[in-house]
């Protein structure tokens, strides 16, 4: 057993991330919780929901990014995950995201409107705005 990870993070666009980790949290679908991987960890697969994975770099150092949604993919020492959208704090555009946010507020109070949408629209830029704040 390794005392590290390999660790992929891809999007349709991008590798968001390529290389080795100590262990990396990621928010598991559903109301689990957050959900902590390590060297050795018995091979699944997951889905993953929307919000950030952590990851704790040999260096010692920390980094988070963004996720929204997707597969998380274990096999030992190694991990791929597979999600629609990933982005480092620095990536964000706070002002586009609190206008994305005021916009599915908005939508949340009409009466003929895709609630799913709106509120997932909500969620997404929630979480931008939080990990922008929240940056190191």
Do not use: C
């Not at 908005?106 to 830029?125: G, P, S, T, V, W």
């Amino acid at each position: 057993m390794s005392e590290f990870i390999k660790i992929k993070i891809i999007t349709p666009e991008r590798v968001l991330f390529e290389g080795e980790v100590e262990k990396y949290t990621v928010k598991s679908s559903g109301e689990v919780g957050d959900f902590e991987v390590l060297p050795g960890h018995v091979s699944m697969a997951t889905t993953i929901g929307l919000g950030r994975i952590k990851l704790y770099l040999t260096d010692g150092t920390e980094k988070e990014a963004t996720l929204f949604g997707g597969f998380n993919l274990i096999d030992g020492d190694s991990a791929t995950i597979m999600t629609e959208v990933a982005e480092w704090p620095e990536e964000i555009d706070l002002e586009r995201a609190e206008q994305a946010k005021a916009r599915a507020e908005e939508r949340l109070n009409q009466a003929d409107m895709d609630y799913a949408r709106a509120h997932a629209a909500l969620l997404r830029a929630v979480e931008r705005i939080d990990i922008y704040k929240n940056k190191n």
